[in-house]
Nanobody, 127 residues
Framework: QVQLVESGGGLVQPGGSLRLSCAAS????????IGWFRQAPGKEREGVSC????????YYADSVKGRFTISRNNAWNTVYLQMNSLKPEDTGVYYC????????????????????WGQGTQVIVSS
């Protein structure tokens, strides 16, 4: 059973930074993609970023490009989302998700393609 556990959320002032972590375990596939998604109150879940363990490709939503950075540890069992220059509109519950996406290469954040999800961590950006 694949398990994903997020941590690192919290309350931060606009312009501040947070680093989220996603600890992953029990993958049965050699290659997989881990994505970060967020959901604000009353809004649909949106893809934020992802990274593919096969080719290392990454993706960022336009809303976070240049402010967020996705990375991983050498063992590929923890993926991080460094969030800088945070804005109030970044507020939401952040989820990490994982799966072996079709094709095995590249990286995209279509929620329906991810079968494994963490429980989420709350991020609040407010003064």
């Amino acid at each position: 059973q694949v398990q994903l556990v997020e941590s690192g959320g919290g309350l931060v002032q606009p312009g501040g930074s947070l680093r989220l972590s996603c600890a992953a375990s029990a993958f049965t596939s050699d290659y997989y993609t881990i994505g970060w998604f967020r959901q604000a109150p009353g809004k649909e879940r949106e893809g934020v970023s992802c990274i593919n363990s096969n080719d290392g490709s990454t993706y960022y939503a336009d809303s976070v490009k240049g402010r967020f950075t996705i990375s991983r540890n050498n063992a590929w069992n923890t993926v991080y989302l460094q969030m800088n220059s945070l804005k109030p509109e970044d507020t939401g519950v952040y989820y990490c998700a994982a799966d072996n996406l079709p094709g095995g290469y590249g990286c995209y954040v279509e929620p329906l393609l991810y079968g494994y999800w963490g429980q989420g961590t709350q991020v609040i950006v407010s003064s």
